[in-house]
Protein backbone atom coordinates (compact mmCIF):
# COMPACT_ATOMS: atom_id res chain seq x y z
CA UNK A 1 0.00 0.00 0.00
CA UNK A 2 1.09 3.13 -0.74
CA UNK A 3 0.60 5.89 2.29
CA UNK A 4 0.65 9.03 -0.05
CA UNK A 5 -2.81 7.00 -1.21
CA UNK A 6 -4.26 6.16 2.19
CA UNK A 7 -7.08 8.60 1.98
CA UNK A 8 -9.14 9.60 -0.74
CA UNK A 9 -11.94 12.43 -0.89
CA UNK A 10 -14.81 11.23 -3.35
CA UNK A 11 -16.71 13.82 -5.23
CA UNK A 12 -17.23 16.23 -2.18
CA UNK A 13 -19.29 14.20 -0.36
CA UNK A 14 -17.21 11.50 1.46
CA UNK A 15 -13.78 9.77 1.46
CA UNK A 16 -12.10 6.46 1.04
CA UNK A 17 -9.15 4.76 3.44
CA UNK A 18 -7.14 1.79 2.37
CA UNK A 19 -5.34 -0.27 4.57
CA UNK A 20 -2.01 -1.99 4.39
CA UNK A 21 -4.12 -5.28 4.46
CA UNK A 22 -5.95 -4.72 0.97
CA UNK A 23 -8.80 -3.28 1.73
CA UNK A 24 -10.88 -0.11 1.64
CA UNK A 25 -13.82 1.50 3.17
CA UNK A 26 -15.99 3.84 1.39
CA UNK A 27 -17.86 6.35 3.53
CA UNK A 28 -20.73 8.57 1.50
CA UNK A 29 -23.22 11.09 2.91
CA UNK A 30 -24.16 13.03 0.02
CA UNK A 31 -26.53 12.93 -2.94
CA UNK A 32 -27.38 9.48 -3.93
CA UNK A 33 -26.09 8.18 -1.31
CA UNK A 34 -28.03 5.98 0.98
CA UNK A 35 -28.19 8.54 4.15
CA UNK A 36 -30.35 11.82 4.94
CA UNK A 37 -28.76 13.40 2.19
CA UNK A 38 -30.30 10.54 -0.32
CA UNK A 39 -32.66 12.29 -2.59
CA UNK A 40 -31.26 16.16 -1.62
CA UNK A 41 -29.17 17.97 -3.90
CA UNK A 42 -27.03 20.31 -1.94
CA UNK A 43 -23.79 22.00 -1.78
CA UNK A 44 -20.73 19.88 -1.01
CA UNK A 45 -18.48 22.58 1.00
CA UNK A 46 -20.97 22.10 4.01
CA UNK A 47 -22.14 18.28 4.14
CA UNK A 48 -23.67 17.17 7.01
CA UNK A 49 -25.35 13.88 7.71
CA UNK A 50 -26.74 11.90 10.96
CA UNK A 51 -25.97 8.78 8.51
CA UNK A 52 -24.00 7.39 5.82
CA UNK A 53 -23.46 4.81 3.45
CA UNK A 54 -20.84 2.32 3.92
CA UNK A 55 -18.90 -0.31 1.37
CA UNK A 56 -15.79 -2.34 1.97
CA UNK A 57 -13.86 -3.66 -1.23
CA UNK A 58 -10.22 -5.00 -1.98
CA UNK A 59 -8.28 -2.00 -2.77
CA UNK A 60 -6.73 -3.73 -5.78
CA UNK A 61 -7.67 -6.17 -8.72
CA UNK A 62 -11.31 -6.66 -8.85
CA UNK A 63 -12.43 -4.36 -6.29
CA UNK A 64 -14.86 -7.19 -5.20
CA UNK A 65 -16.99 -5.95 -2.76
CA UNK A 66 -16.54 -7.69 0.74
CA UNK A 67 -18.77 -5.58 2.91
CA UNK A 68 -20.66 -8.97 4.09
CA UNK A 69 -17.63 -10.16 5.48
CA UNK A 70 -18.12 -7.66 8.36
CA UNK A 71 -21.63 -8.10 9.43
CA UNK A 72 -23.38 -6.04 6.68
CA UNK A 73 -25.00 -5.47 3.94
CA UNK A 74 -23.48 -5.24 0.45
CA UNK A 75 -23.07 -1.35 0.04
CA UNK A 76 -24.55 -0.60 3.67
CA UNK A 77 -26.87 2.57 4.01
CA UNK A 78 -27.89 4.55 7.16
CA UNK A 79 -25.08 3.64 9.05
CA UNK A 80 -24.45 5.70 12.05
CA UNK A 81 -21.21 7.12 13.06
CA UNK A 82 -20.69 4.52 16.09
CA UNK A 83 -20.64 1.62 13.69
CA UNK A 84 -18.94 3.87 10.61
CA UNK A 85 -16.14 3.78 13.27
CA UNK A 86 -16.30 0.44 14.26
CA UNK A 87 -16.55 -1.12 10.78
CA UNK A 88 -12.62 1.36 9.99
CA UNK A 89 -11.17 -0.53 12.90
CA UNK A 90 -12.43 -3.88 12.00
CA UNK A 91 -11.21 -3.24 8.41
CA UNK A 92 -7.90 -2.16 9.63
CA UNK A 93 -7.16 -4.94 11.68
CA UNK A 94 -8.58 -7.47 9.60
CA UNK A 95 -6.10 -10.31 8.03
CA UNK A 96 -6.94 -12.62 5.12
CA UNK A 97 -6.95 -16.28 6.67
CA UNK A 98 -5.87 -19.19 3.69
Do not use: P
Not at 39 to 51: D, G, P, V
Request: hydrophobic share 30%; net charge negative; proline share 0%.
Amino acid sequence: MNKEKAFRITEGKGFHMSFDNGLTVSVQWGYGNYSDNRNIEINHNNLESSCAEVLVYYSEGEQENCTEMFGMKDCDGWVSAERVAKLIYDVSIWRKTK
